[in-house]
Structure formats: structure tokens, C-alpha cells
């Protein structure tokens, strides 16, 4: 079974920069694309970052354009998300999760295994 977890996560003030983890294991991590969504409390589920099975593309929503990153170890079979400059808005779980295809994407249902997630507050 493929399992995956995330850490990184916690309170901080705004502006301030967290780098979440997500280390997989059992299966070959390195054919999938990788992806994170959060979800805030009362909201929908939604995406954040994906990046393609050996990083050559990367996608990211509007609201974080120029201010998260999303990254892979394949050796290490770990996939990161820099946030920088973080706002209120940002509160909210966050999960990383694998997808079927090697390609990016950047619907949920594409993505067969997901983290247990990992809290970001962001105080104002």
C-alpha cells in the first residue's frame, strides 16, 4: 500500500514562510505526479500545487501564484511545498496526495492516495 505523510505544518504569523513535507512510501514514487490541496474549515476541498512525475511541469491556483512552490525528491521520495509570504487566508489543513498519471493534474479525483493532512494557522 502506498502511504503518505505530511509534515511542516503549524501556527504562524502572517507574512512568515513554512515549508511542508510529504514522504511517501510503497510504491515506485517517482512515476506519479504528486499534488497538494487544503481544505478550511466550512470550504470545499481545493488544489493548491502539482508538479509532473519528474518536476519538468508544475501548476499552482491564483492564490498562491508567486508565493508557493511545489518541489520533489525522487530520490528521496518526497514532495515539498515552500509557502512563502503566508496570509490569514491560507488557514487550513493541508494534504499532499499521489495521482494516477505521471502527468500533472489538477483534479482531486485524478489523485488515488492522500496524506492524513497537516494544520497551517496563519495569525494576523
Known amino acids: 500500500q502506498v502511504q503518505l505523510v505530511e509534515s511542516g505544518g503549524g501556527l504562524v504569523q502572517a507574512g512568515d514562510s513554512l515549508r511542508l513535507s510529504c514522504a511517501v512510501s510503497?510504491?515506485?514514487?517517482?512515476?506519479?505526479?504528486m499534488g497538494w490541496f487544503r481544505q478550511a474549515p466550512g470550504k470545499e476541498r481545493e488544489f493548491v500545487s502539482a508538479?509532473?512525475?519528474?518536476?519538468?511541469?508544475?501548476a499552482s491556483a491564483d492564490s498562491v501564484k508567486g508565493r508557493f512552490t511545489i518541489s520533489r525528491d525522487n530520490a528521496k521520495s518526497t514532495v515539498f511545498l515552500q509557502m512563502n509570504s503566508l496570509k490569514p487566508q491560507d488557514t487550513a489543513v493541508y494534504y499532499c496526495?499521489?495521482?494516477?498519471?505521471?502527468?500533472?493534474?489538477?483534479?482531486?479525483?485524478?489523485?488515488?492516495?492522500w496524506g492524513q493532512g497537516t494544520q497551517v494557522t496563519v495569525s494576523s
Open positions: 508538479i509532473s512525475w519528474n518536476g519538468g511541469s508544475t
Open positions: 510503497g510504491r515506485t514514487f517517482s512515476s506519479y505526479a
Open positions: 496526495a499521489k495521482a494516477q498519471t505521471s502527468g500533472l493534474t489538477l483534479v482531486s479525483s485524478y489523485y488515488d492516495y
